[in-house]
């Protein structure tokens, strides 16, 4: 199935220009010689932010790809290294790899070019938005099997974003039988294009319907925003296949290069 060519660029195009300040995250947004990096104060996913559209010096990619990496290795800090379609010079995973980075997650980047009237979803499952009220659950989900400086500004995030007078995202909580299971994130592009993104659902309560009630909650909204499309990168393991039996169309792959900490020496994440 295909789809338009400026639908088919959303999935990067949302990554690359996403804010987490939205969210209520302490992020520095730095332009760089070569790409732009977002930054956070305190490691999330085991990493510090994400360096995206890169666009190396044609003349001299591997001079300029290496001041970067020594840039951004300096303070023990570690970055997520985003390849997209429009990254250059097209074989920068490769030169990656050279230098010992590895990939830490591969999404679909992927498009639904109409939004359906509705998605059958578990009755069980209810959803709710990001309150005073649960946003302690809220911050646990986003922080399973995190240390506990990381768990607590999660917390403080989310309640810097329920203090916003202006949210420039929606957040939202799903119940498996009343019980906090899942969490989720929407932002309305100005485009009019509804980007899912940051589903996470707590492993032990995964396969009972909670990451597609969350989906079919983000879409109806969107479509009730005047949306008619939507773009999300998909974990490729996870979301992907679920997505893809919703309609989503898989467009191409994005991938996420670092270097291995201790724990990833024998090749995982």
Known sequence: MSVSPQLAREPERTIYDYRWAWEGEN????????AIVHEMLVRWAGVNGLVVNIDLDPADPDGNLDRLIAELGTDDRRFLW???PSTRPADLAQRLEARGMIV????DGMVLENIPDELPTNPEVTVEPLSEANVEEY???NSEGAPPEVA??????????LAMSEQEVQIFVGRLNGKAAGAVIMHVEPNGVAYLRNAYTLPELRGKGVYTALVGHRLRLAREAGCTSAAVQANQQTSSPILKKRGFVPVYQIYGYAFPTEETQDGGW
């Open 27 to 34: 992020e520095e947004v730095r332009q760089l010689d070569g």
């Open 152 to 161: 607590a500004e999660r917390l403080a995030a989310a309640r810097r974003f």
């Open 82 to 84: 985003v390849i997209g």
């Open 104 to 107: 830490g997650v591969a999404w």
């Open 139 to 141: 911050a646990v989900i």
